[in-house]
């Protein structure tokens, strides 16, 4: 994807650490009853826009080709448990087990977590295994590595993704992938952040790094495992 992935671990925590408060920051604002995702220049963030639910901003790195459903094991039965608050989720097929910490707002903004291997989740919306509404994670992308979701565009439909609760484990399986440059995300923000949908996980991050901003929002939709 033209990330550099050449990074010393001595000098990740540092090295991130820089990027993400300068330039891989993925933001949600909420404004009013719009939730919004902002970004801040050469970081991951989206791009305003009034909606009922997150709008996610396109990220800076190469442009993510067309998602192609891959194949995968289809899924026979679910272990889902009741909804609850995510603690960590996995997603194998991108070999990433990550920590899940609640975000809210503060002062309109919705910030992920300072760690970039952690993974963020809106707590004003739905929580995993609710039955109606969208759970809504977002977590940082480091063009030079080190982010939870730096290959989050590399998921394909029917990848298992497997959150952990405070009441058990809920399976969910990927309907698509799709990578939204910034002119057009707010157009589906409704449609990808509705809290009134059945019950389903959004993923989001940034792509398409340009050697100075993200260009475009990477969003992934999965439904739980029946």
Known sequence: MGRSRHVHRDH???SVRGQVIAAAGFALALLAAWVIFAQPAGDEAAQPSKTNAPTTRPQTSPTTSPVVPSAAPTPTRSDNAGQGSPKRILLPQIAVSAQ???IAADGGILTPPSNPRAVGWWSAGAQ???RIGSAVMTAH???TGGGAFDDLDKLRPGALVTVITS???ITYVVTSMTNYPKQSLAKHATELFDQTTSGRLVL????DWNGKVYLSNAVALAEPVR
């Open 12 to 14: 990740l925590t540092s």
């Open 100 to 102: 899940v910490i609640p």
């Open 128 to 130: 995993p295994g609710a």
């Open 141 to 143: 992308t480091v063009h």
């Open 167 to 169: 009441t058990g484990r």
């Open 204 to 207: 989001v991050t940034c792509e």
